[in-house]
């Protein structure tokens, strides 16, 4: 007589409503939960590295057993500067001007810890996104109606109206 298995449940480490969305379209059941790590830098530690560090440190931080926790972080750079999630329409846009006509590097990380065995998985992926030179006033725009406020970069790729800000996504 065959044994039934029970599938590991999901748990996203995140309070991300972007992580969330993005997990929802896989039309798997999940739960949501807030990770406890603080989002600090090390000094000269390169963003991809910060990145990769942050998502698995999101995902252990996750106590839930039979479980597969996923944790993600995004680092975004211009010239090796972090560029942090902005909070006000002021320094967005200050970012945003920062970025006329230059490479941002976006580090994206996703870690996955499976609770059972601490078997994990990593991957960092680096996308590159050229931006235009826009007018200010563009720019302002751009960022009351988005509201990339939440956002490392003031960037949000997960519009199709972000695509305007760039001349080239490379993914």
Request: aromatic share 4%; net charge positive; glycine share 4%.
């Amino acid at each position: 007589m065959a044994h039934a298995t029970t599938l590991p449940r999901i748990v996203l480490a995140s309070t991300s409503r972007y992580r969330r969305e993005l997990l929802a379209r896989l039309g798997l059941p999940f739960v949501a939960e807030a990770p406890s790590v603080p989002e600090a830098e090390i000094a000269g530690e390169p963003p991809g590295t910060m990145a990769a560090r942050l998502a698995l440190a999101k995902a252990r931080s996750i106590r839930a057993p039979h479980a597969l926790v996923i944790g993600s972080d995004q680092v975004a750079s211009l010239d090796g500067r972090i560029l942090r999630k902005p909070g006000t329409e002021d320094v967005a846009v200050a970012q945003l001007l920062d970025c006329q006509g230059r490479v941002v590097l976006f580090h994206t990380a996703v870690a996955v810890v499976a609770t059972d065995s601490a078997r994990v998985l990593e991957h960092v992926d680096r996308t590159e996104v050229r931006f235009r030179r826009l007018e200010r006033a563009s720019l302002e725009h751009y960022v009351r109606l988005e509201q990339p406020l939440d956002c490392a970069g003031s960037f949000k790729s997960e519009d199709r109206k972000s695509t305007r800000l760039n001349s080239s996504h490379e993914r």
